[in-house]
């Protein structure tokens, strides 16, 4: 995602790429409610995309903060499963 | 995460895990936009596993799903760095 959009994302900044990645959102939304999984795969695509591109922007390793922050077990329980009542 | 969070993920359904998402992508804002870039970082790693999770209560394979639309080339202009004008 970086070497494919780090340019064009810059340019765009933090506050237009989290607007992307609402509307992105929304459209998962929106395909989920209709049922229709082939743009609902796709609508994923495209939220980690832009997920990815906004981490990008504001230099944060998406991969290294999901691992440190989900090492396998839950952050809240320590156990995997997690056993959480929230 | 479908190890750790699968049962409870399906109980809440896919609205619920929606809402969540939402609401994750919301917290990212705030971060961002406080500069808080350690917050920003967790923020990061929960907007991702809220996404990972409504895949897993929809059986849609997020890792497949990216890699299918995003093989390393812009899936609009089939170049990379992608050289699309939007």
């Known amino acids: 995602m970086r070497q494919l959009y780090f340019e064009r994302d810059s340019e765009r900044g933090t506050e237009g790429t989290l607007d992307w990645l609402k509307d992105e959102v929304e459209e998962l939304r929106e395909a989920l409610e209709e049922g229709d999984m082939k743009a609902a795969e796709k609508e994923f695509a495209d939220v980690l995309a ?34 959480c009542q929230f």
Chains 1, 2 share one sequence.
């Open 50 to 83: 832009w997920l990815a591109s906004l981490a990008n922007v504001v230099d944060i390793d998406l991969e290294k903060a999901a691992l440190s922050k989900y090492p396998n077990k839950c952050p809240k329980c320590g156990l995997s499963p997690c056993n």
